[in-house]
């Protein structure tokens, strides 16, 4: 593991180590035809998702790296509903498509954070669709916007948003690629790019660059489904407070 230094943080998360940007810091990435090519196979790969969903009212969108085009060849594939529904409806129209679903995770990040329920369609969890299982706060909607969101309309026009990326750095798409701003000190001019709180900016750069995030980190709450997802809801529900709270069921 590398030194710690005065220039950059580093943290750990379950893609491995990643580096805080440095104050100041902008760089000017030219993309390749095979990058290029590489954004465009795993747009379809999420487009072959959202269609079950949009063809039947529930509008999804990509986000991250695959809404702001800097994807990576270990990038995945990341959907999500930003409303509530029923989970039965929403795995009959995969099941109607012909789409297996490997997986179902719930997943609560902190106990202050709405559930969501993560559908697998591989066994290594690189093209999941997440839906939250209560209604999203503003505070969580806005998270998905720092990070980058963009519908199937968007996908299938190929357009790509600004968005910041885990080292904190913002993404700003170009015709050759991107260009790439740190936001450190810079959260004022952060959130009026990307429509969000400044407050929302200044707590996502707190949490990835405080102290203690350095190590692994981890969520409140994970469950693996086995069975029906709303009779694991009503379990977790029995047995967690911080859970039933969140779902509202108190």
């Known amino acids: 593991m590398p030194r710690l230094n005065e220039r ?7 893609q491995g180590l990643i580096r805080i940007c440095k104050e100041g810091s902008v760089e000017n990435v030219t993309y390749d035809r095979s990058r290029f090519m590489l954004l465009k196979k795993l747009r379809d790969t ?3 998702l959202m269609s079950p969903l949009n063809e039947n009212g529930i509008k999804s969108y990509v986000y991250g790296s695959l ?24 795995e009959s129209f ?22 969501k329920l993560y559908l697998w369609f591989d066994v290594e969890g ?5 839906f939250p299982l209560a209604r999203l706060r503003s505070r969580e ?28 750095m913002l993404i700003i ?24 709180s400044e407050s929302l900016v200044r707590e996502r750069v707190s949490v990835l ?32 407070k911080f859970f039933r709270k969140m779902v509202g069921l108190e």
């Open 126 to 130: 690189r093209n999941v669709v997440n």
């Open 173 to 196: 798409p170009t015709n050759e690629g991107h260009r790439g701003e740190c936001i450190l000190g810079r959260e004022g001019y952060v959130s009026k790019i990307l429509g969000v």
């Open 46 to 48: 999420a487009l072959k």
């Open 141 to 168: 909607l806005e998270f998905y916007r720092f990070g980058g969101i963009l519908d199937a309309a968007g996908v299938e026009d190929g357009r790509r948003v600004p968005g910041v990326d885990k080292r904190l």
């Open 8 to 14: 950059y943080v580093w943290i750990e998360n379950m």
């Open 209 to 240: 660059t405080r102290r203690e995030s350095h190590g692994r980190t981890g969520v409140f709450l994970e469950h693996i489904v086995e069975g029906d997802v709303l009779e694991a809801v009503r379990i977790l529900s029995r047995r967690n």
């Open 94 to 115: 995969y099941q109607m498509r012909g789409l297996e679903i490997i997986k179902k995770v719930i997943v609560q990040a902190t106990p202050s954070y709405t559930p």
């Open 67 to 90: 809404a702001r085009g800097d994807v990576r060849p270990d990038s995945d594939v990341d959907i999500v509903v930003l409303q509530p529904v029923n989970p039965a409806v929403i």
